[in-house]
């Protein structure tokens, strides 16, 4: 593999995470609306389990013992999720924690008092 096939699966892959995260999103927070597109991770914080921030690092080490299984016998034993569908997970994981933390800074950065 060289650099620019290197670049074009990059680019195929986070293209397919981005469909799939339309799609997944929608099942997971409820619905089309979209109202809140964290609601799966939000609410192992609402029922007492962790805080939303661990239930994203939850998943992504469900997503990288999947992968640790798989370095070690080279074969998946859930036919129908093949290695690039659990990469995507983990990129869209990745990608949602990212938008959470984000959310979550700037309604506290708008939430604060101006110091001047």
Not at 65 to 73: H, P, Q, Y
Not at 84 to 105: G, M, P, R, W
Request: aromatic share 10%; with cysteine; charged share 25%.
């Amino acid at each position: 593999m060289n650099r620019d096939r290197l670049l074009e699966l990059h680019k195929q892959t986070c293209t397919a995470a981005y469909e799939l995260m339309k799609r997944k999103n929608a099942d997971y927070s409820g619905g089309a609306s979209g109202y809140n597109p964290f609601l799966n991770f939000t609410r192992c914080e609402n029922m007492g389990i962790c805080t939303t921030e661990r239930g994203f690092l939850v998943r992504l080490t469900d997503k990288m013992s999947r992968l640790s299984t798989f370095c070690d016998t080279g074969t998946f034993q859930v036919a129908d999720e093949k290695l690039h569908d659990t990469i995507q997970d983990i990129i869209n994981y990745c990608v949602l924690f990212l938008a959470y933390t984000t959310a979550k800074e700037e309604a506290c950065e708008s939430a604060s008092p101006s110091l001047e």
